[in-house]
């Protein structure tokens, strides 16, 4: 069954540096989120977005944004890049359509985020 | 914080015993979802069990709850070495889930 994909599945900015994130989402699943994981940590929600509208924002940077597109993919956009940023980052998707189980999250491999 | 706590924070046993997690949260929730995680891979998804249901099954794996506690277990049976990894509940409340610190669970061949 197809699955989350996200790319790059590695990336190493410097600081200050700006970084665009990839997701696309499984199939007919309306929702994706974004969530990052620093070293040793618990995932921490970003953001969400159904239907290419932003749905729940979580800790978020103000450095960062996203969006979702026409095709239900999205984007995660880090500037001015710190090297508290270093983490992986996640993009989990899901459906919130009758008949799907709601909000059953399916997580991406991870993109691993190194600022150097 | 909507956030889900585990306990043990570590679990290490042999092969072939069975594994027990347990999570506590704090608020009302839709459902409760449970993922494992290999050492700095993806976030790979267990089990989703609703705030309506008391217990369910999936293979090796049974996860309970007791939304009146705000808690939820995972067991493990039959372990096997390749059930080496962290697991972690997340809580969804509205449309996010909480993370909480996670078990690290060893299983010695």
């Known amino acids: 069954a197809a699955g989350v994909i996200q790319s790059p599945r590695h990336l190493i900015k410097e600081k200050r540096e700006t970084a665009t994130l990839k997701c696309y989402p499984i199939?007919?699943?309306?929702?994706v989120y974004w969530y990052q994981q620093g070293p040793g940590q618990d995932p921490q929600f970003l953001i969400s977005?159904?239907?290419?509208?932003?749905?729940d924002k979580g800790s978020i940077p103000d450095r960062f944004s996203a969006q979702q597109f026409s095709d239900y993919h999205s984007e995660l956009n880090m500037s001015s890049l710190e090297l508290g940023d270093s983490a992986l980052y996640f993009c989990?998707?899901?459906?919130?359509?009758?008949?799907?189980?709601?909000?059953?999250?399916?997580f991406g491999p991870g993109t691993r985020l190194t600022v150097l | 914080s909507q956030q889900g706590e585990e306990d043990p924070q570590a679990l290490s046993i042999q092969e072939g015993e069975n594994a027990t997690m347990n999570c506590s949260y704090k608020?009302?929730?839709?459902?409760l979802q449970w993922y494992r995680q290999n050492s700095g891979r993806g976030l790979v998804h267990l089990i989703l069990?609703?705030?309506?249901?008391r217990e369910k099954h999936s293979g090796r794996l049974r996860v309970t709850l007791d939304t009146s506690k705000k808690s939820s277990s995972l067991l493990i049976t039959a372990s096997r070495a390749a059930d080496t990894a962290s697991y972690f509940c997340?809580?969804?409340?509205?449309?996010?889930?909480?993370f909480g610190g996670g078990t690290r669970l060893m299983v010695k061949p």
């Open positions: 989990a998707s899901s459906s919130r359509t009758s008949g799907a189980i709601y909000n059953e999250q399916f």
């Open positions: 199939p007919r699943h309306d929702t």
């Open positions: 977005f159904y239907e290419k509208m932003q749905s």
């Open positions: 608020t009302s929730i839709n459902n």
């Open positions: 069990i609703r705030s309506n249901e």
């Open positions: 997340a809580p969804l409340s509205g449309n996010m889930l909480t």
